[in-house]
T-cell receptor, first 108, second 115 residues
Framework: AQRVTQPEKLLSVFKGAPVELKCNYS??????LFWYVQYSRQRLQLLLR??SRESIKGFTADLNKGETSFHLKKPFAQEEDSAMYYC??????????FGGGTRLMVKP | DGGITQSPKYLFRKEGQNVTLSCEQN?????MYWYRQDPGQGLRLIYY???????QKGDIAEGYSVSREKKESFPLTVTSAQKNPTAFYLC??????????????FGNGTRLTVT
């Protein structure tokens, strides 16, 4: 069975500092990976997906199959980035498995 | 703010009673999902359905039941057999798998408290 691991439950950085939210996965097939974000008092929503290779709100994530990782990065954190971030993997059966989540706090 | 609607927002029940959580979507999505969100444990999949009249168990299906009689609706029943029912429940939907990567659209959730 697949597994998604986010080793940090809480990540605290200062505004303007680089941020990296770690995500590691285990899956025998070809993974489809996503990052979801939940801002305070808002619903969980998609941030980005690996196949699109896009940058959303300054965030990027690269799939590293050798290291089985999909870390989320942003060079300069902003206070409005404070939120709960979830890494997720979709398997061939369309089942989506989420990591435990990382709460990002960006301090002024 | 259409899309996917969960009701009610807060639900209180006494132990031993079954309770049904509603989830409706008007996105014409084929797939629907139920997750449970607990502090420190992220989201865990309870049940999912890829098509009407069909559904599969997720990682923590014990004590729960679902039905998918209509494309728009995927109600979740928390039965008295669920040992720790107090939690935040999230419903989600997605397009047919394989199309445009089919990201999930989430509802606002239902917080269930069982005493």
């Amino acid at each position: 069975a697949q597994r998604v691991t986010q080793p940090e439950k809480l990540l605290s950085v200062f505004k303007g500092a680089p941020v990296e939210l770690k995500c590691n996965y285990s899956y025998s097939g070809s993974p489809e990976l996503f990052w979801y974000v939940q801002y305070s008092r808002q619903r969980l929503q998609l941030l980005l997906r690996h196949i699109s290779r896009e940058s959303i709100k300054g965030f990027t994530a690269d799939l590293n199959k050798g290291e089985t990782s999909f870390h989320l990065k942003k060079p300069f954190a902003q206070e409005e980035d404070s939120a709960m971030y979830y890494c997720a993997l979709r398997d061939a059966g369309n089942m989506l498995t989420f990591g435990g989540g990382t709460r990002l706090m960006v301090k002024p | 703010d259409g899309g996917i609607t969960q009701s009610p927002k807060y639900l209180f029940r006494k132990e031993g009673q079954n309770v049904t959580l509603s989830c409706e979507q008007n996105l014409n999505h084929d797939a629907m999902y139920w997750y449970r969100q607990d502090p420190g444990q992220g989201l865990r999949l309870i049940y999912y359905s890829q098509i009407v009249n069909d559904f599969q168990k997720g990682d923590i299906a014990e004590g729960y039941s679902v039905s998918r009689e209509k494309k728009e609706s995927f109600p979740l029943t928390v039965t008295s057999a669920q040992k720790n029912p107090t939690a935040f429940y999230l419903c989600a939907s997605s397009k047919t798998p394989g199309t445009d990567n089919s990201p999930l659209h989430f509802g606002n959730g239902t917080r269930l408290t069982v005493t």
